[in-house]
């Protein structure tokens, strides 16, 4: 069934479960499952393939319920190993509890002023925060590509790294995968689109892929 059919009979007081169950009868989320499964299947940590998921959490009343519904079914069902957010909600904290008690597991967080966030499961990587590892500044400086559209924003606010470290035992590193576990840097940004054209966000992007 359509989800703004199952979703009618619904308001914004209604329970997370309410709207879940909603979600999870539509036609929708049948392919959105598909997709998963079929993208995500071959993914595990001992083969350093990993399960990557980004989120703009972003919306009005009725459409955040269903984005955080959304978050929390796939988290439930697929536990994807790292989540980019942006835009993320007040109550994203509390949201976030509630979500690892009913996991049995821990995702971690780290999100900056403008509620750009990077979420990670415990279990797969240890994090070292990279203002201890990384001249922070300098990649911001760097950020910066003295391109004529660039936003008269500083671009650090609209970004969040961590470094994170597989958590790998020793044994499984020594395997033939063992090239696969290498720390990375994480990077969850959301691009100050106002006033840009869709050409002049994608090679901004293009420029902070290259610089970083």
């Not at 069902?77 to 909600?89: A, K, L, S, T």
């Not at 559209?149 to 994170?164: E, G, M, R």
């Amino acid at each position: 069934m359509d989800l703004a059919v199952q979703l009618g009979a619904l308001s914004i007081g209604d329970s997370l479960a309410s709207y879940e169950e909603a979600i999870r009868n539509s036609a929708e989320f049948k392919n959105l499952e598909a997709a998963f499964q079929k993208h995500w299947a071959p993914c595990s940590q001992s083969a350093g393939k990993y399960k990557v998921l980004t989120a703009n959490m972003k919306a009005g009343d009725d459409t955040l319920m269903i984005r955080k519904c959304l978050l929390s079914i796939v988290c439930k069902e697929y536990h994807p190993d790292v989540i980019f957010c942006q835009n993320i909600i007040e109550d994203f904290d509390t949201f976030l509890t509630e979500l690892n008690k009913q996991l049995g597991m821990m995702y971690r967080m780290k999100v900056n002023q403008n509620d750009v966030a990077i979420l990670w499961n415990e279990a797969c990587f240890e994090d070292e925060d990279i203002l201890t590892s990384v001249d922070t500044t300098a990649i911001i400086e760097r950020l910066n590509l003295n391109l004529d559209f660039i936003p008269d924003v500083c671009l650090s606010q609209h970004s969040t790294l961590i470094k994170l470290n597989p958590c790998i035992a020793s044994s499984v590193q020594q395997s033939e995968n063992s090239n696969n576990f290498h720390p990375f840097l994480a990077v969850s940004w959301n691009c100050p689109y106002q006033g840009l054209t869709d050409d002049q966000c994608q090679e901004l992007f293009n420029g902070i892929v290259r610089k970083i």
